[in-house]
Every structure is written in structure tokens, then in C-alpha cells.
């Protein structure tokens, strides 16, 4: 494969739009980009056509998946460095969002928590390359350790407001 391919977009199924919108947008800060109606919209980061479709359209009032069903496991979303990965966790903390999990991988942090319909969230960072945990061979030695949440929020220190 073309090391230049990269996942574009995806296109989540939902219960209630407003609800997807107050929280993509309100709590994890996507811009709304484009809306059809109340089926769907679609939010961006950075003017973007669209990072995340948020669609009503076989799913209005519907239920989550049941536990042990196949489908989605996460979305990941990729911030550029680790003070935006901070910005998120706090915006998270003040938007009374629960978290799954945190994680330090090595390669990457992550926070783990679910959208308003269940459906699984990673907000993570990677580490520049020059620092990912190798094995002798040289192949990567990712681990799954837990992550100093207060030392990610120390990254916004002396903030104002």
C-alpha cells in the first residue's frame, strides 16, 4: 500500500443529532461544517470538509450495540502534540465526560471514553518516532501502561482562566 494512504473520514450511525452536536461539538470542540436537517451533519477540525458524519438515517431513537456484537471498536481521534491532548482532557473534565481508560503505550497516549451512543473514543498523541520503545531486533516494544493524567494536565499550567 501507498505509505501516503491515510483514513479519511468516518460516518458514525446515532440516535438523536442534537445530542451527537452538543457533544462533538460543545464538549470535544468539532466545527459544524455542513447539516441536512435532522438526519445529518458533518464536523471537521480546521475547516476540513469533514472528520466525523454524524447520521439519523437508519438510526434515530435507536439503542447501542450490545455488548459482544461485532461493528466499531473505537475512533481515534489524533492530536498534534500533547499540551492539545491536555486542552481535550480538560475540556472532558469539565463537561462531567467520563472516562474508560487512560493509557501510556509508549508510542502514544490515549484516553478512552464513549460518545453519547456508545460508541468508542480514543483522543490520543503520538510520540515523535525517535522515542518509540524498540525491542533489540528493532521492531516496536508498545506497552499498555497507565497514564499520569495529572502530569497531562500539568502540560496547561499557568493558563489564565
Not at 45 to 72: F, K
Amino acid at each position: 500500500m501507498n505509505p501516503e494512504t491515510r483514513i479519511g473520514h468516518v460516518h458514525l450511525k446515532v440516535a438523536d443529532l442534537e445530542r451527537s452536536l452538543k457533544f462533538y461539538c460543545g464538549v470535544l470542540g468539532f466545527e459544524l461544517m455542513q447539516r441536512f436537517g435532522d438526519q445529518a451533519a458533518f464536523v471537521s477540525a480546521g475547516g476540513y470538509h469533514h472528520h466525523i458524519g454524524l447520521n439519523t438515517w437508519e438510526s434515530a431513537g435507536g439503542a447501542p450495540p450490545a455488548p459482544g456484537t461485532t461493528g466499531l471498536y473505537h475512533v481515534a481521534i489524533l492530536y498534534p502534540d500533547r499540551r492539545a491532548l491536555a486542552e481535550a482532557l480538560q475540556r472532558l473534565i469539565d463537561h462531567d465526560v467520563p472516562l474508560e481508560g487512560a493509557s501510556d503505550h509508549g508510542v502514544s497516549e490515549a484516553l478512552y471514553l464513549r460518545d453519547p451512543d456508545g460508541n468508542g473514543l480514543e483522543l490520543y498523541r503520538d510520540r515523535p518516532q525517535e522515542y518509540w520503545p524498540r525491542n533489540p531486533d528493532g521492531s516496536l516494544a508498545m506497552h499498555n501502561a497507565r497514564l499520569d493524567l495529572r502530569g497531562l494536565l500539568a502540560e496547561l499550567a499557568g493558563d489564565e482562566g
